[in-house]
């Protein structure tokens, strides 16, 4: 089965910068798309940032091109989100994702917490 577990979030003020991990277990991690979702409180999930299997392509939301920055390592079996020049809209509970395309199957973990201070 499936795990995953993010961390890495907390409270930061505008303009700082967190960096969120993923770590995967119970498959094949390199099979797997990656993503990062978050939810604002009173708002629907949104995606934040994709990256295919091996990590060639990614997609970022218009809302954080070029603040955000999406990896992975396949051989750590953890992906990561690097967020810079955070603003407070940015806060939210941020999700990692796991898509499996060959079986249509997807994969969430508990989420962790960003906080961005004004």
């Known amino acids: 089965q499936v795990q995953l577990m993010e961390s890495g979030g907390g409270l930061v003020q505008a303009g700082g910068s967190l960096r969120l991990s993923c770590v995967f277990s119970?498959?094949?991690?390199?099979?797997?798309?990656m993503g990062w979702y978050r939810q604002a409180p009173g708002k629907k999930r949104e995606s934040v940032a994709l990256?295919?299997?091996?990590?060639?392509?990614?997609y970022y939301a218009d809302s954080v091109k070029g603040r955000f920055t999406i990896s992975r390592d396949n051989a750590k079996n953890h992906a990561y989100l690097q967020m810079n020049s955070l603003e407070p809209e940015d806060t939210a509970v941020y999700y990692c994702?796991?898509?499996?395309?060959?079986?249509?199957?997807?994969?969430w973990g508990k989420g962790t917490l960003v906080t961005v201070s004004s």
């Open positions: 994702s796991a898509y499996l395309m060959s079986s249509n199957e997807d994969y």
């Open positions: 990256i295919s299997q091996g990590g060639l392509s990614t």
């Open positions: 119970g498959g094949a991690f390199s099979s797997y798309n």
